[in-house]
C-alpha cells in the first residue's frame, strides 16, 4: 500500500507493507536515529515525535501515520549547530554508548515544548519510558534541565 | 512487521468498521491506540481494522454525563480539562501511573477495555468511577456496563464507540503495584465512596491484575455503607478487602502476594480518600 507523511518536514511518498511497523519504515528511508531494541514498547530508545507528540516507532503502524507529521533527531540541529538538549547532553556527560540517547533527546523536546520550565520530577516523569543502561540517568535530567534554562533564554549557549 | 497482514483498512463510519469486522472475525483485529495490536506479533491476523479514522477522539458534555470518544489517548484524557474539573486530580494522577508517556499518547480509552485485559489500570479506573460503554453490535448502538461487557462471549466483537463518565458526589482513589514505574500492575486497586454526613453513603471496590479482568467486590462494597469516615476506616477497608479478595496466580506472582497487595493498596486508597473528605 501506498502512504506518504512528512520527517523533520520533508514530504515522503513510499510504498510499504499493511503490517511494516513505522520503526522499520523509518529505519529504511535513512532515519538511522531511529533505533531498535525491545520491539516490545518497554524500552523507548524507538521514541519519535507523531504530531508533537512522543510515541513508539516500535508498535506504530506505518499505515497509521499516513499524512501525519512525524519529528526524528535528525531534525533537531540546525546545520552545524546542535539543539541545546544535544548541546546539554554532550555538556553534562549525559551519553556514553549513545545507543538511548536520539530517543532521550525528542521525549525531552516534547516536554520542553509542553512545558519550558519542567521541575525535576517532571523531567523523571518524562522520561520513564527511555531506558539507559549507562548513565543512570541522572545527567540526562541535569541535560534537559539546563537546556530548558537556554531555550527559555536565561542561562548562555 | 506483522508478516501476514494483507489489508489495512480505515473505515468512515461505525457501521463500515463492524461490517468489516463480521466479514472476517477470525483473522481481523480492529486497531485503535495499537499498543495491543502491534505486540501480538499473531500470524492470525490478516485484516487491520483501524478505528482513527472514525475521529472518535473528543470528550463533550452533556447534561449530567461526560461522553469520551473511545479513540482518545489515555494521555489527552488524563489532560482533558473538563475530565480534571469534574474529577479533580484523580484520573489525571491515577493515568500518569498507565505505562510511559509514549504508551500514553499511544494507547487509547475504548483499546485498553476492549481487549478484557486483567491488568489495565484504565479499567480499573473507569468501572471503580461507575462509568459505562456505549458499543456498536449486532444490535446496533446499545449502552452497557464495562462488567456487562466483560461478561460478553469471546466470539463477540462490539465495536466500542464511547464511554461515559457520571460523578454524582463520588469521590475516587486509585493504587497500583508494579515491578518498575511504567510496568503492568502486578495488582491494582481502585475505592470510590460516596459520603453523607460522615459516614459512607455508597462504595465501589475494585481490583485488577488479580490476575483476571478487574471486579467490583461487592461484598467489601455492602459491608462499608454506614461506615464512620474516621481513622479507623482504612483498616476496616484493609480486613474486609482480606476477607472477600478473589485472585489467583501467574508467572508475574501468587495468589497469596496479590491478596496481601491488594489489602494494603485498598488501605492506602481509603487513606486518600478520607484525607479528601475531611
New interface residues.
Given amino acids: ?1 501506498r502512504i506518504a507523511f512528512t520527517v523533520n518536514g520533508r514530504l515522503h511518498g513510499l510504498e510499504i ?5 513505522l520503526l ?1 519504515v523509518l529505519r529504511r528511508i535513512g532515519y538511522k536515529s531511529v533505533r531498535r531494541s525491545c520491539g ?2 518497554s524500552c ?1 530508545t524507538c ?1 519519535v515525535l ?1 504530531n508533537g ?4 516507532s ?4 506505518a ?2 501515520v499516513d499524512g501525519q507529521n512525524i519529528e526524528t533527531v535528525e531534525g533537531m540541529a540546525d546545520g552545524d549547530k546542535l539543539h541545546p538538549i544535544q548541546e546539554a547532553i554532550l555538556e553534562e556527560g549525559a551519553a556514553q554508548c549513545g545507543y538511548c540517547i536520539p530517543a532521550v533527546v525528542m ?1 525531552g523536546e ?1 516536554l520542553l515544548r509542553e512545558n519550558p520550565d519542567p521541575t525535576d520530577e517532571d523531567i523523571r ?2 522520561l ?3 531506558l539507559c543502561r549507562c548513565t543512570g540517568y541522572e545527567a540526562q535530567n541535569r541535560a534537559i534541565k539546563k537546556a530548558a534554562g537556554v531555550m527559555r533564554g536565561e542561562t548562555d549557549e | 512487521m506483522l508478516t501476514n497482514v494483507s489489508e489495512y483498512f480505515r473505515p468512515q463510519t461505525v457501521e463500515e468498521a463492524y461490517e468489516l469486522m463480521q466479514n472476517d472475525k477470525e483473522h481481523s483485529i480492529f486497531l485503535s491506540g495499537g499498543t495491543i495490536v502491534a505486540l501480538m506479533k499473531s500470524s492470525r491476523i490478516e485484516k487491520v481494522i483501524d478505528l482513527k479514522s472514525l475521529r472518535l477522539d473528543t470528550v463533550s458534555v452533556t447534561e449530567d454525563e461526560i461522553v469520551v470518544g473511545a479513540t482518545t489517548t489515555v494521555e489527552s484524557f488524563r489532560k482533558d480539562p473538563v475530565i480534571r474539573k469534574k474529577f479533580g486530580e484523580f484520573f489525571y494522577e491515577a493515568f500518569s501511573l498507565v505505562g510511559s508517556w509514549q504508551i500514553r499518547n499511544m494507547a487509547t480509552i475504548g483499546g485498553s477495555i476492549a481487549p478484557k485485559l486483567g491488568w489495565s489500570d484504565v479499567s480499573t479506573c473507569l468501572l471503580v468511577t461507575g462509568s459505562s460503554l456505549i458499543i456498536y453490535g449486532v444490535d446496533g448502538y446499545q449502552r452497557m456496563l464495562i462488567s456487562d461487557y466483560f461478561s460478553l462471549p469471546a466470539g463477540e466483537k462490539p465495536l466500542i464507540t464511547h464511554v461515559i463518565l457520571k460523578r454524582d458526589g463520588w469521590f475516587s482513589a486509585f493504587e497500583k503495584f508494579s515491578k518498575t514505574t511504567f510496568d503492568v500492575a502486578t495488582v491494582n486497586a481502585g475505592l470510590s465512596i460516596r459520603p453523607e454526613q460522615g459516614r459512607i453513603k455508597a462504595a465501589r471496590v475494585v481490583c485488577g491484575s488479580r490476575p483476571q479482568y478487574p471486579a467490583r467486590f461487592e461484598s467489601v462494597e455492602s459491608a462499608m455503607v454506614d461506615l464512620e469516615i474516621n481513622e479507623v476506616m482504612p483498616s476496616i477497608v484493609r480486613s474486609l478487602v482480606y476477607e472477600s479478595f478473589v485472585g489467583g496466580s501467574n508467572m508475574t506472582a501468587s495468589f497469596e502476594y496479590r491478596k496481601h497487595l491488594a489489602l494494603v493498596l485498598a488501605q492506602r486508597a481509603a487513606e486518600k480518600l478520607k484525607g479528601m473528605i475531611e
Fill in positions: 500500500m507493507e499493511p503490517g511494516e511497523y522499520e516490545s514498547a523507548g521514541t507523531l507528540k512522543p510515541i513508539l516500535c508498535s506504530t503502524f499505515a497509521s521525549t516534547a516523569l518524562a520513564n519510558g527511555n
